[in-house]
């Protein structure tokens, strides 16, 4: 793991106090002027900060990762930092605990991922029956013994290191009369039978995530899932993720949703200065989970929240049931809420699939603003493309027609974009700007521009569009030039923000 860049603001150096573990790259201030380079870590106030201090420390703190100690109380600025940065206490008592078991779970590189599926192995001993729902999931159906025995396992090892702790989340459905039990081994460094240690999860214990906390020496990990009882047995995906123990998802600080089916939705707020707007930015496809834009948007110095999903390989497009799409846009307006914004001073945003989410919802919020980069809105003719315009490029587009409509023929695509089209003609964008970039020659939806267009027929929105020549992939430096530049001038223009 990476060092933990730590700052302390105090009228002592903790060095001088505490033991402080070997990851922590520690910086003492007894006055702070201004951080260099990226913001820290983790930050520790043992006094209350000067007036001086305030926006130094402004720029250099993490939203939920500000520690304050007992001994300072925060009033006027400080206060309005605590709070926008979503500070917590430390009782004196408690620092050297935190010190030792804490801080690690600050780390600043999150990681996430799924188990591959085309690494799911059915076991030798399973004579009922296996459909294979594309690269979604795979269903067992028949009697799986009295006893837990191995049913499903995944192939290639990941690796554990020292000290290291990993979520593991199981997406699955079964009959009732099916039990499940995972196990995960770990082998010895560099050996294929010599085990180091076991972990076994009941079914009780898998209705959360369950973790892995590697406190021995560095070894690969294998896992599997055991059965027993008569039914059937759905196994969607195995995600894995680098744990921060309880203090967030991906990101400090980081909230994670699930829905009845055991479906994720993934949310990080933001306070910034606390004035508007709220920047509302949608993760696009992508295969490595977690968050997608936190640089961007936190340069841009506004309250902000970033969603992520993980369904599918890289995402479906945050479309789904009606407690999933009930439960993401609650989130919004909840923080919405918390800031005390309305409508329109809201901005949601997105690149690729994340402008999909931002429009899809956007009919919900009916934003100041959307701002999209190589906007997708027919994902039927997405996955339709897959056939002759766009073959093998981009074949997850299948899975999602086939997950949110039941088949893949030309009728279920027309249902998905009419699932789309339906929801956005009924919404009212008088008072919506639409700042969108997009591919001229796009292989994925070519058309969604000039629908948009066609579409819009609330008197009062304005558009303001460029197109780039070439196909959906191919300009994306060009696309997210272009998109961060009217999202500055439109924070300019509209909001009377100059930076940071």
């Not at 008569?230 to 680098?242: C, N």
Request: hydrophobic share 35%.
């Amino acid at each position: 793991m990476d060092e933990i860049r730590v700052l302390q603001i105090g009228d002592r150096d903790w060095r001088e106090i505490y033991t402080l573990p070997g990851e922590a790259d520690f910086r003492y201030a007894e006055r702070f002027e201004e951080a260099s380079g990226k913001p820290y870590d983790i930050v520790f106030w043992d006094r209350e900060p000067e007036e001086g201090e305030i926006m130094p420390l402004h720029r250099a703190t993490k939203a939920h990762t500000l520690f304050v100690t007992e001994k300072v109380e925060p009033r006027g600025q400080s206060l309005w930092l605590y709070e926008g940065k979503k500070g917590r206490r430390l009782a004196e008592g408690e620092i050297q605990f935190f010190l030792d078991h804490e801080l690690r779970n600050y780390f600043s590189k999150p990681y996430g991922e799924k188990f591959r599926f085309q690494n799911l192995a059915i076991a030798r001993g399973f004579s009922g029956r296996v459909n294979w729902d594309g690269n979604y999931s795979v269903c067992l159906e028949g009697d799986f013994g009295e006893t837990l025995c191995q049913t499903v396992f995944w192939r290639n090892n990941i690796p554990v290191f020292q000290g290291q702790c990993i979520d593991l989340w199981l997406e699955y459905r079964k009959s009732p009369e099916v039990e499940i039990a995972l196990t995960v081994t770990q082998f010895v460094q560099g050996s294929i039978a010599d085990i180091q240690q076991v972990w076994e999860f009941s079914e009780k214990e898998l209705d959360q995530i369950v973790r892995i906390d590697n406190q021995m020496r560095e070894g690969p990990v294998f896992v599997s899932l055991s059965a027993r009882g008569k039914g059937e047995l759905q196994i969607t995906a195995l995600h894995d993720r680098y744990s921060r123990r309880g203090h967030g998802h991906f990101l400090p600080g980081g909230e994670r949703y699930v829905t009845s089916r055991r479906e994720e939705i993934f949310c990080y707020f933001d306070p910034g200065d606390r004035k508007p707007p709220l920047n509302v930015y949608f993760s696009g496809y992508k295969t490595l989970e977690g968050f997608e834009g936190y640089n961007m948007m936190r340069g841009m110095g506004c309250p902000f929240l970033l969603v992520a999903e993980a369904r599918l390989e890289g995402g479906c497009f945050y479309m789904g049931s009606e407690e999933y799409e009930g439960m993401l846009a609650g989130t919004i307006r909840k923080y919405m809420g918390e800031l005390g914004f309305s409508s329109d001073q809201i901005i949601l945003s997105g690149l690729s699939m994340g402008t999909f989410g931002a429009l899809y919802y956007g009919c919900d919020i009916m934003p100041h603003a959307l701002i999209l980069g190589k906007p997708l809105a027919s994902i039927g003719n997405v996955a339709a493309n897959e056939r002759l315009l766009r073959p093998g490029g981009f074949p997850t587009s299948l899975d999602v027609l086939h997950y949110l409509c039941g088949s893949t023929d030309r009728e279920a695509a027309q249902r998905l974009n009419a699932r789309f089209w339906d929801k956005f003609d009924r919404a009212d964008f008088s008072s919506t700007k639409f700042v969108i970039s997009y591919m001229l020659e796009d292989d994925y939806d070519m058309d969604a521009y000039a629908a948009l267009l066609s579409h819009l027929q609330s008197e009062g929105a304005q558009v303001y569009g460029k197109g780039l020549h070439g196909r959906h992939n191919d300009n994306t430096g060009g696309i997210v030039n272009w998109f961060t530049g009217q999202f500055e001038k439109l924070l300019r223009e509209d909001f009377g923000r100059t930076g940071k």
